[in-house]
């Protein structure tokens, strides 16, 4: 089974976290989720890299990295998942959504109403955890 590496921002400002709603995709199980905004890991790239390219190309957004936050490891019915994921702030608040559906601000206490991509479920557990 294929493996994929990616790095995801997890962006705060204040009390609210940057929830991204993926668009269609001929998978079901990720049409139309929701996740933290990232992507692959080119070759000769750093994780740190990575993580600014992708939210550049994704959102036109500027973003400082704040601190690691969590790793996941998750199988989904075609490809093995591992996603770091990293605490970031916004540089200023002007973003374009490129490629994604639409997007929300959400306090960590109502992240879980949201129809998360199921490898999100322990990054949005332990968001909520450290909130309390
Ligand atoms: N960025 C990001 N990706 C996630 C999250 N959760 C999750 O399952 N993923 C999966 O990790 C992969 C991210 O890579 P990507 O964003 O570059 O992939 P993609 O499918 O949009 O692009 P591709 O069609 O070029 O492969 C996708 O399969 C995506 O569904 C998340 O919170 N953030």
């Given at each position: 089974m294929k493996t994929v590496e990616v790095v995801a921002a997890i962006i705060i400002n204040g009390d609210y976290i940057f929830c991204a709603q993926r668009n269609y995709n001929d998978k079901e199980y990720l049409s139309y989720k929701f996740e933290f905004p990232g992507g692959k890991i080119e070759q000769e790239e750093t994780y740190e890299q990575a993580l600014l390219r992708e939210i550049r190309e994704e959102l036109d957004w500027s973003i400082t990295i704040d601190e690691f936050f969590m790793s996941v490891d998750y199988t989904y019915p075609d490809f093995k998942l591992i996603m770091h994921t990293y605490l970031c702030s916004p540089v200023n608040e002007e973003f374009n959504?490129?490629?994604?559906a639409s997007f929300k601000w959400i306090k960590p206490a109502d992240l879980k109403y949201l129809n998360w991509a199921a490898a999100d479920i322990p990054i949005v557990d332990k968001l909520i955890k450290k909130s309390l």
């Open positions: 959504l490129n490629e994604h």
